[in-house]
């Protein structure tokens, strides 16, 4: 019996930086990415995305992986440097041409595109003006998608404003992490509110030009008291409103936790109602990128949340670290029936890394992955039956990446990518998907 319904949205994820390489070709504009993974000490072993995988040239070949594949959709984002390469003004017609060949040849193929506007690669030029922290950043965001709306308001009608603005806030301007590299409360803090006005503007924009669905991609993480104790349970409920519902009450219910407001401490800016009502915003789906939980003990210690994260087993972890922990997917899919009016729901990223063996015959096995995305798409298929508004899931990734600052050390692809010769290989959970795709789960 199959568990998921005709018309259900099959697909694998991507990202520009990640994939592409030659990221200055043909008149495009660096990003804040090109100039993070060229500063040394930032990506592991010294890794940029120089290359990466050469999608750039090679995207025909990668079309024929999702043929294979049997999608119905491709989620890829856009290098935001290529059409624009100073972020406003004039657009480089070579760098948005690459992207216009990619759309018409997926769709040659039946595939959908499902278009991300922003993952993470901001120009460096508008870097250089402050970057999300300018209170114009919002308008140089809707300028910027006003022109990939009109350029393919014929032939593409899925779009993700911004990808994991909690990333870009916490990992980009909290912690430094992620470019640019910021360790800055205050900036994070309003960051994250550019962000969802940068979003909500983008909206906007599309309910005037377009004629499809547009939505924003969350990273959302359940976050469970390590210990059945009171101080565990208010550090996870503090990590939860950190983590999960700073995003999602802003744009469902137009408010931030107030917890928010004690984390950051006088760095949290004093909203007003009118601030909070311009960022109520959720679009017409939400994208959810799920991949762990976090298990968390209070440690007064740790500021600000004063909580920290448990590893979990070796023996329940990915390579990355994170508990293999597929109920939690279906957790976080119930508070959108449960929180926030049942709203039209994407699974927008799902996948793990594991140290996945070179190929043999052509072939990489890699069983750890297979018994990832069954567990996980059969808490998917739990939650839809639940009555969830769940649309579709896309796979992170089609193939091996540059996994940020990890460089290509974590591989999440179906697809095993060598490094020397860029060749793509089946993983054996590619094959697993195809026939997840083609009996709509009736296999798992
Ligand atoms: O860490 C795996 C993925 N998570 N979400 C954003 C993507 O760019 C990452 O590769």
Redesign the pocket.
Known sequence: MSAFPEGFCWGVAT?AY?IEGSPLADGAGPSIWHRFAHTPGHIADGETGNIACNHYQRYLEDIGLLHELGVNAYRFSIAWGRVLPEGRGAINRKGLGFYQRLVDALLERGISPVITLY?WDLPMALQDRGGWINPDSPQWFADYAEVLFRTFADRVTSWITI??PWVIAVLGHLEGRHAPGWRDPSAAARVGHHLLLAHAAAVASYRTLGHGQIGIAL?LEPQHPAYPKAADLLAAQRRDAFVNRWFLDALFLASYPIELAQIFGPAWPKFGAVALDQIHYPGDFIGV?Y?TRARVAAAPEAKPLGAICLPPPREKSTA?GWEIYPEGLGEVLGWFKERYGNPRVLIT?NGAAFADPAPCAGLVLDPQRIVYLRSHLRAAAQALAAGVDLGGYFV??LMDNF??AEGYSKR?GLYWVDRQTLQRYPKSSAHFYRSVIATQGAVL
């Open positions: 990202s990640q993952h990808n994991e990273n990128n991949y990355m990223e992170w990734s996994e940020w999440f």
